[in-house]
């Protein structure tokens, strides 16, 4: 394949030729504009620049580019060009780029902010969400306070059907999760443990870290993905269809008709859901005692009764109900912030999705720390 050719020469002391020949496309490579620039600052400085395209073949914009690059050197220089040697096509379309002006901030280079402002912008980004985010917990909190007060305006109709929705509606997905996540655990420590011949304590590693910790990170991290993103696509729906502004313009806090029934009905089934979880795990690793070690069950539930603590299950109930406040709020923020597209309610339902589970991460770290510190 014939590639692009560039050469450049000076007929006279004042004026610059610059040949081109070949496909000039952007396939076959093209060759750098510097040996033109070069020729533009050699002395004596040409007054005119002239092209010759005879034996020029295919073009496309990239020698469009490359002329465009020659003619700003010319235009700081003060050099006439001529483009009578340029094919028809080429001289229109760079009179053209000459008589638009490019408009400022066109090119993204050069729009592109530093590595530090970036990191600024999202450290102040990151503080704002934060910020909303407390705002949206006081007002919520100062909602549980009307309610206490007997203030709060909400149907008990509603809290009942939430009650449901995040308690008994969501039983079948917590079974099956948490006894998987039972019989995993087991079958994995069986392997290893039955090496040393303490398979007994199978029951112990089952019991203490489905109690302790997962029981209640996996119902809240099932719970962050069904109701928390289900509260987050009716909040969002319902501001598209504008019945939240609705519910302002008759004096009615959102806050309090929408969010407070939500959120209490997810905080009173969250421990719920977590004793139950923790009663699948143990029956998943149970699965594993008996099949694979030979274990009864009357021995594996006395070994995990003697393993298991108060305060291990004080604890996993604990921190379900802290996982429970911060679904609630996750899933009804992302909500209230939905824009007013269809496509708005899918993102705000998969933005309380991430945010839930992020929540319940970090307060899972925070909290085994603090549970560390204080003996438990």
Known sequence: MPSSELSVNRPTPDSLQVRLAGPWQMETGLPAVDPVLQALESEPRPRQVTFDAA?????????????????????????????????????????LAEAVPERQGARGDAARPSRLARIG??????????TEFLAFLGQTTLAFGALLRGRARLRLSDL?????????????????????VGVIMAFVGAIQLEKFGAAIYVADLVGIAVVREMGAMMTGIVMAGRTG??????????????????????GISPLEFLVLPRALALCLM??????????????????????MLGIS?????NEV??????GNLVGGVFKASIYGVLIAIAGCLRGMQCGGSASAVGDAATSAVVTGIVLIISACGILAAVFYVLGI
């Open 55 to 95: 034996q020029l073949g295919g073009w496309d914009s990239g020698l469009l580019t490359f002329l465009v690059k020659v003619a700003e050197r010319c235009s700081e220089r003060s050099i006439a060009i001529d483009y009578a040697g340029l094919p028809a096509g080429v001289s229109r379309l760079l009179k």
């Open 121 to 130: 912008s999202a450290m102040l980004a990151a503080q704002a969400e934060a």
């Open 160 to 180: 009942a059907l939430y009650i449901q929705e995040a308690g008994a509606d969501a039983l079948p997905i917590i079974t099956l999760i948490s006894f998987l």
């Open 229 to 250: 993103a289900a509260f987050a696509a009716q909040l969002g729906t319902m501001k598209v269809t504008q019945e939240v502004d609705a519910l302002t313009t008759m």
């Open 270 to 291: 969250m421990p719920l859901l977590c004793l139950y979880s923790d009663l699948m795990g143990i029956v998943g690793g149970a699965a594993i005692a008996t099949a």
């Open 297 to 301: 069950l009357p021995v594996y539930f």
């Open 305 to 310: 009764f003697h393993a298991v603590s108060i």
